[in-house]
């Protein structure tokens, strides 16, 4: 079956520019969690979704950071007024539940590049 | 919270030997443990995990690890590599108390097997 995916997979925008990063997750996986991987380091927890409510953002650096998950499935990752430390690989990844020990499964990844 | 160290950025080696790539964790808490490979432009994938039981742990592509919780360590190995085995590796642990994963990463180790 389809994996998460996310686009897009490149995202290149200027300073001050508000941008929407989107993951698809795959079907029937109600966990779904936001990451950020800067160059050279492993990925960062942003933000958790157990359904349409986010259960936990306390990985999100500041609130310029915002993300949505209507309708339990799709999520959109928003930044506003980018700045060139935003910079980096925004990952996507999902889990059959609350995922206690469970496989989080990841998408590709979408690399924003701020200007 | 918790931390993960992964002592090597980078672990070059020649096809069919062995390999460990190191992990050390620090926690409060009781934890899980996972690595994760990631392929060139590819998503994060599940190598193996330790939930609990025996320490000995054996995952995908022939490649097992170890927990040993006096040391506070999860080292990866595998007695002969391959060169498709070039990836990053990634060490990660999720709180065992928490009702969902979020997980913290190490900041990867590259694996470089040349012929």
């Known amino acids: 079956g389809a994996g998460v995916s996310q686009t897009p997979s490149n995202k290149v925008t200027e300073k001050g520019k508000y941008v929407e990063l989107r993951c698809d997750p795959i079907?029937?996986?109600?966990?779904l969690y936001w990451y950020r991987q800067s160059l050279g380091q492993g990925p960062e927890f942003l933000i958790y979704f157990q359904g349409t409510g986010a259960a936990d953002d306390s990985g999100l650096p500041n609130d310029r950071f915002f993300a949505v998950r209507p309708e339990g499935s799709v999520s959109t990752l928003k930044i506003q007024r980018t700045e060139r430390g935003d910079s980096a690989m925004y990952l996507c990844?999902?889990?059959?539940?609350?995922?206690?020990?469970?496989?989080?499964?990841f998408g590709p990844g979408t690399r924003l590049t701020v200007l | 919270a918790q931390s993960v160290t992964q002592l090597d950025s980078q672990v070059p080696v020649f096809e069919e030997a062995p390999v460990e790539l190191r992990c050390n964790y620090s926690s409060s808490v009781s934890v899980y443990l996972f690595w994760y490979v990631q392929y060139p432009n590819q998503g994060l994938q599940l190598l193996l995990k330790y939930l609990s039981g025996s320490t000995l742990v054996k995952g995908i592509n022939g490649f097992e690890a170890e927990f040993n919780k006096s040391q506070t360590s999860f080292h990866l190995r595998k007695p002969s590599v391959h060169i498709s085995d070039t990836a990053e590796y990634f060490c990660?642990?999720?709180?065992?108390?928490?009702?969902?994963?979020?997980?913290?990463f190490g900041k990867g180790t590259m694996l470089l097997v040349s012929p």
């Open positions: 990660a642990v999720s709180d065992v108390n928490s009702g969902y994963s979020t997980l913290t």
């Open positions: 079907s029937g996986h109600t966990a």
């Open positions: 990844a999902s889990s059959t539940d609350r995922g206690r020990g469970n496989e989080q499964f």
